[in-house]
């Protein structure tokens, strides 16, 4: 008998989409970007600036706050560091259920 | 390497003309903490002028370290509220036909009134304008200062004070100017204070983020300075000066940090066989501090590094002039405030959290740092 693996959380999709549209990322494929990849330093070539401006789209979409610079560094560890991040903080209501 | 100009220059120093001594034959400032002298010896008893304030003024936000004048509003005011304490600051600076055709004043700031611009655009005020644009607002310290028209404005973000020394140096070693007047001012408002705190670098967990404590958040003051340069003399001299810049990314440094060495390996060069202490920038964001104490110590192993925006905050584009004002009274008087408001363990054994109570130093490298990936330093010392 072969185990199910777990279902993917839907927020992975949406947290690729919400990247690739907030930083006009025109050639990229939002499945392509790998849930476990750095998204600084890696093929994306996310700076400090596109890294503000997809945190300033996070908070306005999820009611977040990401207070310094250091908590964004951490928050955009991955997408899946990312999506950990935001069930830990946003209103349920505001996420698609797992 | 041979530039367009037919200069033999090394990407690391200036022309030549940089290199060229000039007296510092006067240099005061305003802080939070007061007058040159009275910063001096607040800093020296470790006293933080940093304080929790809304980022907004009178509109409010979120708490975030300013340190501003005694009893200013961060809210914009038509007239500026700094006015007054301009005013008292330049009562230490000697009489000359300031502004006139020998006798030239550079005038530097990150802000100038971009503070009233913003109220403008909020509020509709119209007198606002008279304060809104660099032009505008210098026009209006000019005349109450009673400057002539013999006045340059200059900016380069957080180096724009250091970029007013050079550019005044150059016209005494040319002897186009028998005397200049650097003032630099930068005063913060909600503006400004909203911007740092939309880059997320200013926010409500103070202090500023060090080795063991990878958050946090820097501050922010209020500041301005002048320094009255001439050929050399008696006294105190500005020995030398470097710019470079790495043209590398708005707001980051390359990660080897070598810009801060080559700003600094030239001015350790022309001071060898005196006994050097380091102020550095210290803005106080994590990678940046990491970068300068590395280099620093690497450049420079046998001086204490020390910073002072801990308590100061960062006054911008007028930092340079400021804490050239503060590191003369440290040298002068053989006392050195340590790096108030930071803790251990610091990034390199240079870093001096405490006072350094020492008369034998000779000379003082002072650095600064700005967005863009901007440096300068310069060496000051007796003649």
Request: aromatic letters at 6%; hydrophobic letters at 45%.
């Amino acid at each position: 008998m072969i185990a199910a693996s777990p279902m993917p959380d839907p927020l992975n999709a949406r947290i690729k989409t919400m990247i690739v549209q907030t930083l006009r990322l025109e050639d990229i494929d939002p499945s392509s970007i790998k849930d476990d990849d750095p998204l600084i330093g890696s093929g994306l070539s996310i700076d400090s600036i596109d890294a503000l401006e997809l945190v300033v789209a996070l908070e306005k979409e999820f009611g977040i706050k990401i207070k310094s610079s250091e908590e964004s560094r951490a928050a955009l560890s991955s997408v899946s560091g990312l999506v950990a991040y935001i069930r830990a903080r946003a209103d349920p209501l505001r996420l698609p259920p797992l | 390497m041979t530039s367009l100009l037919g200069w033999d220059e090394s990407p690391s120093t200036l022309t030549p003309t940089d290199s060229s001594p000039v007296q510092l034959a006067a240099c005061g400032c305003i802080s939070a903490l007061g007058n040159a002298a009275e910063t001096h010896e607040a800093l020296l008893r470790g006293e933080r002028a940093l304080a929790l304030k809304p980022v907004y003024g009178s509109s409010g936000g979120d708490p975030v370290p300013l340190a501003l004048l005694p009893g200013r509003s961060l809210d914009e005011t038509s007239p500026p509220s700094w006015m007054p304490a301009v005013k008292r600051l330049m009562r230490e600076c000697p009489d000359a036909p300031w502004g006139g055709a020998r006798h030239p004043v550079f005038v530097t700031s990150s802000n100038f009134g971009v503070g009233n611009l913003f109220s403008f655009r909020r509020a509709g005020t119209l007198s606002h304008l008279d304060f809104g644009t660099p032009e505008a607002c210098v026009a209006f310290i000019a005349g109450e200062l009673g400057w002539g028209g013999n006045v340059t404005i200059l900016s380069h973000a957080c180096v724009s004070a250091n970029l007013g020394l050079v550019l005044a140096a150059r016209q005494i070693a040319l002897e186009i100017a028998d005397e200049a007047l650097v003032f630099s001012f930068d005063f913060l408002s909600p503006f400004v204070a909203g911007g740092f705190h939309a880059l997320k670098i200013l926010n409500s967990e103070a202090p500023a983020p060090y080795q063991a404590r990878d958050f946090g958040s820097i501050g922010l003051g209020d500041g301005a300075a002048f320094a009255v340069l001439r050929k050399p003399g008696p006294g105190w001299i500005i020995a030398s000066q470097t710019m470079y810049n790495e043209m590398h990314h708005f707001t980051a440094f390359p990660s080897d940090g070598a810009g801060f060495a080559a700003c600094i390996e030239p001015l350790v060069r022309v001071a060898s066989g005196r006994r050097l202490w380091i102020k550095g920038h210290g803005t106080g964001t994590l990678e940046a501090g990491r970068l300068e104490a590395e280099a620093f110590g690497r450049a420079c192993p046998a001086s204490p590094l020390v910073g002072w925006k801990g308590s100061l905050g960062h006054t911008l584009g007028s930092s340079g002039l400021v804490e050239l004002a503060v590191a003369l009274e440290s040298l002068r008087s053989g006392r050195i405030p340590g790096t108030v408001g930071s803790e251990a363990p610091t990034f390199s054994e240079k870093v001096s959290l405490g006072p350094i109570f020492d008369s034998s130093f000779d000379g003082v490298v002072c650095a600064s740092n700005a967005f863009g990936g901007a440096h300068a330093a310069l060496l000051l010392c007796h003649a």
